[in-house]
């Protein structure tokens, strides 16, 4: 009876180790999975010596916000071949380049040159004669030459022309807005100046109504002012020269003419 007892007592003794150690491994895989929960639910720090600082990026949640995505800096090692770009110093003297090109073609396109007036001679003379007052009255034409050199429109605001004989004025003339000139062309502006031959120059009604006299010509001094504006810039050129005209009768020929 005694043996069997012993028996028994040992074999509950050596079957007691395994059921415990069994439940012991079930005790440490909850304590595990607790474990996780408890880390999941722990906030992401940082720790710095003693104290701990939540993430401010991902507020202690380990993820970043999606809509923060493009407002955070990732720091990256400074051997990161992406620090290091290729051909920076030639990416930079061809920008150079390129706008020295790009400025030095707009100055050139839009410096202003200068706008040469030239004088076309005269293309008219009308005569008229008052016999009462012993006054010729004369209507002359002139021709201006204008060239634009510059690679834009121009804009013939005013023109002022005014016709002397023996120092006494004897005509003036003024037109606004005479003409237009296209870039890189010519142009020809026509117009015409009232004379009126009288007064103190009353003697020279004998002289152009004298019939033994074929041509009456009389030498007038002649100054225009020419007017220009473009782009936001104003210039103006004077002309100055003496011209020929017949005062005896009516001419359409183009007469010569000596510029000052």
Known sequence: MGSIMSAYTSHVSALRPASSSHV???????????????IAQFPYVEFTGRDSI???????T???????VNELVALIPYSDQRLQPQRTKCYVVLSVLLCLLICGLVVFFLFPRTVL??????RMVQVWFDKENDIVN????????????NFYSISVDNLISQVQYMNTVIGTQQQTNVSVIQPLSENLVNFTVKLELGGVLSYLYNFCTLPTVK???IVVFVRTSVKFSYIGHTSQSALETYQYIDCGANSTILTDHHAL
């Open 24 to 38: 012991e491994d079930d005790d440490d895989l909850l304590d595990g999975k607790d474990r996780e929960e408890d």
């Open 138 to 149: 004369l209507a002359m034409t002139s021709t201006l030459h204008i060239t634009n050199s």
């Open 54 to 60: 939540t993430c401010p990026s991902c507020q202690g």
């Open 117 to 122: 007036v030239q004088d076309g001679g005269i």
């Open 62 to 68: 380990g993820c970043i916000p999606t809509g923060q």
């Open 215 to 217: 041509v009456h010509n």
